[in-house]
């Protein structure tokens, strides 16, 4: 038996075929345009949040290039800041300035797109070059450290072994040693794990410092726990003899004001004894008070002993603040320290397919 179909039959099937088509492609499209607009919407808010956050990151880094920058150029102009100390302060400053203008831009970079731009090579420099640079100022703060206990401590032995030499060796491993803990475990390999190495050679968008147990025992021992030992040691010896001079210095004092304040009896006693002890000069107070409390010599040596304290005071409080700053880092710097972006980077891959998906729906 023949089913015949009539011309408005065909006609209803037809349409009907047709109305369900567009409905299924109208909802496709909706679905489409509801996830790009829920993606344009998340976009056009991070703008703003984008642009203050570059505005917060590039002040940051300028200023810390230009700060640095000054105080180098300070020392060089100035014939009487060109002292062993300040060869310290201005190699230290030295490698702050090129923390910011090598780590501190690519860490911008990536806290503003949320992904490493830069591939593979790129981000072992990076890590290489935050690694070398970062603990190269902490070994110049060590030696600073260094040079203000025999400089306070042992004022009459700091000539002698604070030589110009000396601060050269000195500076010459701050250099050097951050080498053996950045560029070389880093291009080498020994730094990471072999999961580690497989995913970033898959994923060259991510750029992860995930280490090792070997790696960071090794690495913050020579970054962080050795120099922040010894600053501790020496800065408390500092401060413990600068304590102890300063008190010194107000019971010399103190008997001054008491010899000046005698009385004018006891004034003529004390010159008629001289009188009579048969010196062949008399010696009155005023001259014994200028010529044995009140010379030039200890006057510079007081105002030397008291620029040394101040001096001291300030080192003392940029390392408080380099230790509050760098101890929760290195506390919890273990075998899962990864880079803090790497959870942005998958959450901005995933949410890109995501798009990319939707589009091509």
């Not at 890590?127 to 703060?141: C, G, K, M, Q, R």
């Not at 050679?201 to 280490?211: D, L, M, S, T």
């Not at 970054?223 to 001079?245: G, H």
């Not at 062949?280 to 200028?290: D, V």
Request: with cysteine.
């Amino acid at each position: 038996m023949t089913t015949i179909v009539t011309s408005s039959e065909s006609s209803e099937v037809v349409s009907s075929v047709d109305v369900t088509t567009l409905l299924n492609g109208i909802s496709t499209e909706d679905g489409q345009l509801g996830t790009n607009a829920s993606y344009s919407s998340e976009e056009k808010l991070s703008v703003p949040v984008t642009i203050v956050k570059g505005c917060v990151l590039g002040s940051i880094i300028v200023t810390a290039v230009f700060g640095n920058l000054l105080v180098m150029v300070s020392v060089m102009r100035h014939r009487k800041l060109r002292i062993i100390t300040n060869y310290f302060v201005v190699s230290l400053a030295l490698a702050d300035m090129l923390v910011a203008m090598f780590a501190m831009t690519f860490n911008a970079s990536v806290q503003l797109t949320g992904k490493w731009l830069f591939g593979y090579f790129m981000c072992d420099v990076w890590n290489s070059l935050d690694v070398y640079f970062s603990t190269s100022s902490i070994l110049h703060l060590m030696c600073i450290s260094v040079d203000r206990y025999w400089a306070i401590v042992k004022p009459l032995k700091y000539p002698i072994i604070m030589t110009r030499r000396l601060a050269a060796y000195m500076l010459l491993a701050c250099w050097i040693l951050p080498a053996f803990i950045s560029f070389v475990p880093i291009f080498m390999g020994w730094y990471t794990t072999a999961e580690n190495s497989m995913r970033r050679q898959n994923h060259p968008e991510i750029c992860e410092f995930k280490v090792n147990k070997i790696y960071v025992i090794f690495s913050s021992s020579v970054s962080f726990w050795i120099p922040c030992t010894i600053m501790t040691l020496t800065y408390f010896a500092v401060f413990k003899e600068a304590n102890r001079q300063e008190k010194q210095m107000h019971s010399r004092m103190g008997n001054v004001m008491l010899l000046s304040h005698r009385p004018s009896k006891d004034l003529n006693n004390l010159n008629g004894e001289l009188n009579s002890a048969g010196s062949s000069k008399t010696l009155t107070l005023n001259e014994i008070s200028t010529n044995h409390l009140h010379t030039p010599t200890k006057d510079k040596n007081i105002m030397k002993m008291k620029r040394e304290h101040k001096a001291a005071r300030t080192l003392g409080i940029i390392m408080g603040t380099f230790i509050l700053c760098w101890l929760p880092f290195f506390l919890w710097y273990d075998d899962r320290t990864k880079s803090i972006y790497s959870e942005t980077y998958i959450k901005h891959i995933d949410r890109r397919r995501s798009s990319e998906y939707g589009s091509s729906l």
